[in-house]
């Protein structure tokens, strides 16, 4: 099975060792990748436990989990941006849909632990990364596009925070192809195909 997050590699190869906490994201893309891959399989836990501890609350548990039930993911995209000034760190982002691109297995492998594939890597440093992730709920079509902010503290990367733009809610109708990408007309198409496979 493809992974999730688009990222070309098989799930077993990707994020799967990050969600059975195996391993550890050695950069801000693959938390960030890993992270919507854990809503992709309503792996809850593992987004709560990503966010930065001070951003942790009483609800947000039940908010995921809500948000990860009634959202299907079908599509994540890693937009390009210019590299983060105030830490000198190269651009971690790729362009387009992952998983119709031809990725750096190097640079994605998640087998790595945070010392061994970044030792560069200093207490408090920040990373960005501006992505798009598409998504069904209820009959609509949604797109969710954030600029995700990281923070490496205690040996790790962390979900800081994010700005999020906004975009328009498309409503699918009954006749219209499904956006999952199934070839279906949405009406018939139960089960939705999952992000990243086809």
Known sequence: MWCYCGSALMFSDCCQPLLAGINKA?????????????????NI???????????????AIAEIA?????????????LPQADHPATGL????????????????????????????APHISEGTVDYVHFIARFIMQDKLQQLE?????????QQWWYLDGMLFPHAVNKINRNDSCPCGSGKKYKVCRPHLMSAQS
């Open 45 to 59: 836990n593992y987004i709560a436990n990503t966010y930065h501890p001070s951003q942790h609350s009483d609800n």
């Open 26 to 42: 050695a950069t801000a893309l693959q938390l960030m990748r890993s992270r919507y891959s854990a809503y992709c399989t309503g």
């Open 146 to 154: 954030e600029r995700s902010r990281f923070v490496f503290e205690q």
């Open 66 to 78: 809500a948000f990860a039930k009634a959202a299907h993911f079908i599509a994540l995209t890693i």
């Open 90 to 117: 190269p651009n971690q982002s790729d362009t387009g849909q992952a998983h119709k691109t031809k990725t750096d297995k190097n640079s994605m492998n998640t087998t790595q632990s945070p010392s061994a594939a």
